[in-house]
């Protein structure tokens, strides 16, 4: 099985499978010397943790991050060798799928694996499954960390925008949203009401056996100018494949996104200019979501990521299964009803690991600091 690394300067490889001894992630490319928080990567890891709320599956992991290598044993700073990252799992019921070893499960990966390898791991789908994003969660809270050390600004803050048709756009001012506010209610929509409701209709579809989807949001402060390659490395890109990635996502919108026809050129363009302080360059609006021709502009990083229902649901569905057989298949077992809530660490992590990387490559191009951040650029 190929492609289960991602970046090029900063790489992460992610192993595991959801029923089998322990998932995780091996991170090449980390800079020494970086004095590592291991209870900030556990408190990430915590965010994403299943069985937080009664909003999210009840499949009970304690989600506790061990370090196989990679870290001074007495300093705890980083060796710039490989940082192997595991979490072990404990809460595995295979018995639950065991109706399930011959039957495709409508819209999971179950009929693609098979396909394609002739094989599956059938037992919670394997790296198909949602717990894979464990070790990205571990490996973007070690490069959270690493991006913070060199530009304290920068917050990386995601929510829970919409659920189904609760749409709590047009009441958030997104330049305001912190984690906290976010954290502060299991929907992770910061917005008190619009929680509320989006919690009785996830509680109600949960009731009812079915799933529902929706928007995150995501907004970085305290990006430099300058990250992201020319062509087919866009800042953009790269962010936009590290979100397809993800189990559910299945579209990303920059900036004005879709409602960018709605305006005319002249409208949508974003105007430069200078704020005083000769290395604070901004644009009067920011419709590009801070990226232009793949390259960040040093405003807010601004994108949504539309996430499918959940595909399990506890309702009857036809389907079909490995020997030709149409079958109905009744779904069992432990489920988030919603996945949005426990996206929102997935989507932060995602987004430092494209952002460590894409550092770590302009670094290396031209070196620390660049032009971008010296000021006015001259001729």
Not at 133 to 139: L, P
Not at 323 to 347: E, S
Request: proline share 7%.
């Amino acid at each position: 099985m190929a492609s289960n690394s991602f970046g090029h300067a900063f790489r992460v490889t992610t192993f595991g499978e959801s029923h089998g001894p322990a998932v995780g992630c091996v991170i090449d490319g980390c800079p020494p010397n970086h004095a590592l928080d291991l209870a900030a990567v556990q408190a990430f890891l915590s965010r994403r943790r299943p069985g937080q709320s009664k909003l999210v599956t009840p499949r009970d992991e304690e989600d506790k991050v061990e370090v196989l290598s990679g870290l001074d044993l007495e300093s705890g700073k980083t060796l710039g060798t490989p940082i192997c990252l595991v979490v072990r799992n404990q809460d595995q019921r295979s018995s639950s799928y065991d109706d399930w070893h011959h039957i495709y499960r409508p819209s999971h990966a179950d009929f693609g694996y098979d396909a394609k390898y002739g094989i599956r791991a059938w037992q919670g789908g394997g790296r198909s499954s949602a717990r894979e994003t464990v070790g990205r969660v571990a490996a973007g809270a070690v490069a959270e960390q690493v991006l913070t050390a060199r530009f304290p600004t920068l917050r990386i803050v995601a929510w829970v925008e919409r659920v189904h048709r609760l749409d709590a756009r047009g009441d958030i001012d997104p330049l305001t949203v912190t984690r906290e506010a976010v954290d502060g209610h299991p929907t992770r929509c910061p917005h008190a009401q619009h929680a509320a409701a989006m919690e009785t209709a996830i509680l109600a579809a949960k009731k009812n056996g079915d799933s529902l989807g929706g928007y995150l949001r995501l907004l970085v402060h305290g990006v430099p100018p300058g990250l992201g390659e020319p062509v087919f490395d866009k800042l953009d890109a790269l962010l936009a494949q590290a979100f397809l990635s993800l189990p559910a996502c299945k579209g990303v919108e920059v900036g004005s996104g879709f409602s960018g026809p709605e305006l005319t050129g002249l409208e949508h363009n974003d105007h430069y200019r200078w704020d005083g302080d000769p290395k604070a360059m901004s644009t009067s609006t920011n419709r590009s979501g801070g990226i232009q021709g793949g390259i960040s502009n040093g405003m807010p990083l601004d994108l949504r990521l539309v996430f499918k229902p959940t595909a399990t649901v506890l309702k009857p569905q036809p389907s079909a299964d490995d020997a030709g057989n149409n079958v109905d298949l009744q779904a069992k077992g432990r489920h988030d009803p919603c996945v949005l809530p426990r996206a929102v660490p997935i989507v932060e992590a995602m987004t430092a690991l494209v952002l460590a990387d894409c550092w770590l490559r302009q670094r290396g191009q031209v070196g620390d600091p660049w032009p971008g951040l010296d000021g006015p650029l001259k001729g």
